[in-house]
Structures are given as C-alpha cells and as structure tokens.
C-alpha cells in the first residue's frame, strides 16, 4: 500500500462516525460525579483547586469507560490515584528550572511502557501525562503541590463513590461477552452445514474467559445465570467440529450427513435461544426444533452412526445440560479447569496485580520490543512538542504537548487515524467553544456548568467515534480553562496552532521512527505454529493414558494457541493499513507463503480440536504409541518454528517416521472408535504438516556458516534441557529427526543460482 493509500484510509477510519452511542445512563453518572468535584471545589478551593479536581473526576470517569472487566469503581480509583500523584510531582518540578521537562519525558516513558499491562493501563497513564501538563502551569509550594494532587485523586474517589451508590449495568459486559459466545457457536454450526471444514473465531471465547475471571466480591454476587455456561460452550465447540468433519463425523454425502445437518440446524437455534437468555436475563425459551438434538429422528429416518453418533450424543446432552444450568443457575457444572473459591477464576486484586504488572513491563525493556519502542516514541515526542511550544512562546504551550501525547499509539493505524480525528475534533471544539465565551461572556458558574454538559457529551459519544469525542473533551477543556483570565480569541488562536504543532510532531515522528507490525509478522507465526504443535500434542497424549489427569495441560495449551493465534491476525490486520511494502519478519519469506503457512498452521489447530472432541473416557482402553507420536510432534513443531526465525527448512520428516510407527501399531490394536479416530487424526495432521511444507518450499536458505541448525535460545524450546537445545534430540538419548540426517536442499530452491530466478531447464 502506497503511502497516499494508507494515509487516506487511516484518515477516513478516524473521520467515520457510527450512530452508536452510550448508555446515556452511564453518560449521565459520569457527568453528575463530575459536577459533584467541580462546583463544591470551585465554592470552596477557588479555580485553580476546581481545575484541578475536574480534570481528575474527567480521567477518572473516562477509566471506568474502558474496555475492562474489573469492577468500575476500582478503576476510578487506581485513576484518581495516578492523575493525585502526577499532578503533584509535576507542580513540585514546575518550581526547579529545567526539572519539570525531565519529568515529563520520564513519566510520558513510563505511561508508554503501561501499554504492556493492557489497552487500559495505556489509555489511562497517558491521560495523567495530559492532566500534568494543563493543570501544572505555575511553580507552587509544597503544600500547595499536595493539596492540588489531593483535589486530583478526590474526583477519581468520588467517580468510584457515585459508580458504588448507582449501579448500572454492573454484569452487562460479562452478560454480552458469554453471550456472544454462544452466537458465535450457533454461527458456527449453521457454517458447517455448507462447509464441514470451517474454523469458529476463537476472539469470542477468548473475552469470555477474561470476562469470567473475578474478584471475590464478583465471585460472591454474580448473577447464578453466569455460573457454568462457559465451560459448557468450551466442550460445544469440538463436538460441533467432530460431528460435521467428514473424516472423523458424518459421512461427506448421504442420508447421515443430512441428518447431521439437521442435528446442526437445530443445534444453532438453541443456542440462539442461550445467547438470548444470557444477554437479557429472562428466562430461556427453547425453539420447537430442539426435539431435533436426539439421536432417533421424529419421522424414523437415517441415524447417524460410529464417532458421528457419539458426537451428536454429546452434543444434545451438552445443550440439555446448558439449558438446565441457565433454568436453575446450577453451579456445579463448570467443566474446565477453574482456580478459586466458588469454582472461578481467580482475579486478583489490584494491589496484587502490581508485582506481575512490574515484570511484565520489565520484559519489554529491550530495543526490539514494540512497546519499548512506543514508550521511547512517546517520551521525546512529547518533550519536544513541549520545548518547541515554550520556544515559540505561547502561554498555552500545554496544548501541543497534550495533543502529541493523546494522538501517540504503539501501532501506525491507530496514531493515524486518531490524529487526524484529534485534529479536526479539537479544532471544531475549540472554536464552537470560544464563540460561545466571546459572545455570550459567561460568569464562572455558567462556565462551569457548561463544562459539565460538554463532558456528559462526550461520555456519550465514546462509541461513536474518537473524532466526535475529541470535540467535546476540548470544548470540556475550553470551558473549564475559560474560568481562568485571558483573552478568549486570542487562546483559541493560540490552541488551534500548538494543537497542529502538537499533532504534526507526533504524525512526523512515527513516520520517521515506526515501528512496522508487518516485520513481526513471522515471528508472531512462529509462536502460533509452536503453541498449536503443543496443544495437539497434548491432545494426542491422552490417548496413551485415558485414566491419566489430562484436562490442565490441555486446556492450558490450548489457551497458549488462541492467545498467539489472536496475536498474530492482530499484527495482520494492522500490517494491512501499513504503507510501503516491508519484509514479512522470516529470512527468504514473501507475505503470501506466510499466508499460505498460516492456513496450514490452521488447519493443524483445527485437527486438534476434532481430536479433543472424541477423547477418550477414563475407562478406555489407551491407544498405544500415542504418547510416542505426541513427543515427536511436540519437539518438531517447536523446531519449525525455530527454524522460520532463522531462515532454515522446515521439515517434518521425524513426525513422518513416528506416524508410520504408529500406523503399525494401530493394525495390530483391536477395532474400535478411538483407534479409527486416531487413525484420521494423524492423518489430517501429517497432511497440516505437508501443507506447511509445500508453503514455504520456494524460500531461500540463509543460515550461512553457523554450526547450530537452529537458534539455541529460541523462546519457542523453552522447557528443555541445555543439552538437548544443543543436539536437537529428546530425552532419553533418542536420536535427532530424520530430516537432520537427511542431505540439506538446495539453496536455491529448484531454480537458477545465476540467473534471473527462471525454473530449470526453460529457455528463455
């Protein structure tokens, strides 16, 4: 994409309005605890204490905005906290020239690093870098420093107060997310009645999970209708897959496989009435075409047999099962592993989230790192907005500053599109705003009034567009700033300009210094490859053991897979609204084999998930050789990854040979439905694998002289002994893969070394 292409999408995202808007009841909270702060500090501080104590009620409600599902209250809190402490470190350093410009660049390095922790700690620790800067503006005392600070954490208190005494909503974000999650499964089967090899988007059950971890005090008062229905939906979702994939469910054509498609069919408008009670709360209303879910058709026709019918089995009885859990709020069906008292997930307190918080963003203290990289980003641009403001010599210099931190994003689609929409929104607020205070000449509590009307606006707007919020934060800004003396034309001129400045710095600046999603694009398929290798090898496992503990490992594994998977179409997404064209991150890789291997690497996930949805009981009999099969496929997955890092082959010539082992051992084991299952399994797997192969067969190899056949401290081989990351080889002494004994291809590929890249033997 050419920079005018990307440039004019990234505008038009940032221009786009939706007609959505908020809860206005939520909207209307925020304002009231806003004015609560305002007026009695304006009555009793005078303006310079209300600036201050209405920029920290603003921040403060806009935290409990954010997509989180903590406990709003504690929210407003931690942000009242941060915007107390930032106010008064900055006042103090505004009395010693020269020290408030390295505090600034120090705290805006800090707030960059916060994104580490989450889009919420990002948001929130870069609107205290803009809170110091428009309340700081004249050196005070100690004490006045820490009175200011105070003022600043008190509007945090009191949004946490109002949010506490008028509750609104407090389980619709766990309600919707659960809910979707269920809408996404009845999507799901209707797709695989047309295509019995779709893949369901893991994005829904990933919010879920974060929306069911909890804080004692949720665990203690969530709804009952919240209690059991997710780990449900997690066993749903193989089962669907098992019934409708041809190798492993209902037959490809036939009467059986219309009979699965009716199965499926009835299975999504049950779900459909799931999602539906979940959202609302009402009770749940099962369509006519539930019947549909047993086994025996209503009109005597094909049954399903083998591994279809025990699918269906499970699925009618998971559904059933879902339905009496949302009638009585039975708390004892969560059927995945869950850490807590209650039977959930465990969310620790915010006090307790801090040493975790602290080594997450430690990790991120490298060159390489894409939040090291903002954080650098955004401590020198705002410093230098700040320097260049002070230089031209505007009184309001804040503003640029403010405007280059708000409009800084770790990723170039983001920055983009908000500064465009920054711009355009504070220069329509700004002047709307300044016309109202020049002709109209407002006493200070009609300024103050308006500021809160503004503010109430713009809570309510969050979900229509940054451009459309921006307006209403400036004009909140303009209003409550008016309470202070100065010519209001003159300040609008003065603003619009360091408005412009500010935005310019930081648009340059990232232009010049970006950071490209699109060189992260192999490393982030690595990841996913090794994560997915694990999850199916730990699938597999199970196999060997039935009576063995296996839900932890599995479970955790397949976490590890959607998150790097979710990591990964995140970094695709925003490498698409990228311009130029830049390396796909893998040594000798075009972007379209790094699609073709991310399908493959799909593909192997998805087989996982059919092989999940059939594990055996504890009384089964075990399959043999499929621990075996597992460790190999483990290892040689870790290794592929490894290897698209260093621009190595990828080869699975091991899994190959541990696949034919096991083929014998499946001839000699008695027939039954594990055995046929893990027969297809390992089939469909050696097929991902070859599929991986083939997509990267035309890259070129580029270790060079290096002795190690592949990085030794790869992150994908954690968990292995020093040795074995030296050797390549599993415990046990066993020997390398085979691919490692095998001659090494061809550097080239299968195509000319001096030439002009043509196949050989064609003329020209």
Known sequence: MSWFAALRDTARTGLTLDRALTDPKRALRGAVAVALVLFPTLALGGVALATSAAMGAFIAGTATFQRSFRPRASLAVVAGAGLGVSTFLGYLAAGVPGLFPVLLAVWAFGAGLAWAIGPTAGVVATNTVSVMLIVVQLPVSATAALGHGL?????????????????????????????????ELADYARRLRQDPTAHVDPAPFMTARHAAALTPWQDRHRPAELRGLRGLAERIRPTLAALADPKVGAPEEGPERDRAREVLAAAAEVMDALARAVRTGDPVRLPRSAPTLTLVPPDEGPRLQGAARRSARRLGGLLRKAADTLERGDADTITTPVIGAGGALHKPSILRMLPVALRTVRRQLRPRSA??????RLAGVVTVAYLLARLVGFHHGYWAPMTAAMVMRPDFAQTYSRGVARLAGTVVGVAVST?????????????????VLCIGGSYLAFQTGYALTTVGISTYVVFLL?????????????????????????????????????ARLGERLAEWLAAAGRYAAAVVACYEDPAAPRGRAVRAALLDSREARSELLQAMQRADAEPGRHASGLPGVSRRQVDRARAAVGHLGRVAVLLEAHLPAADADPVPGTAEYAEELRLATALAGAALLTGQPVEFGAVREAQARLEERLAQAPAGVQRDVVRAGTRLLGQAMKDLERALRGRVDVRGPQKAPFAPRSPLLEGRTGGERRRGVRRRGRRPPASW??????ATGGRCRGGRGRPRGTGR
């Open 151 to 183: 003022v600043a954490a008190l509007g945090g208190v009191v949004q946490a107060v109002v949010i506490t005494l008028w509750p609104i909503g407090s389980w619709s974000a766990q309600r919707d997310a659960l809910a979707d999650t269920y809408a």
């Open 371 to 376: 939040i090291f990289q903002h954080a650098v």
């Open 435 to 451: 016309l109202v205070v020049q002709f109209t000449h407002p006493g200070e509590w009609v300024l103050a009034a308006l500021a």
């Open 482 to 518: 008016g309470l202070q003396a100065g010519n209001p034309l003159t300040t609008a001129f003065e603003r619009v300009g360091l408005t412009l400045l500010g935005g310019s710095v930081a648009l340059v600046t990232y232009a010049l210094f970006p950071t490209w999603q699109t």
């Open 741 to 746: 004994r095998t001659r090494r291809r061809s």
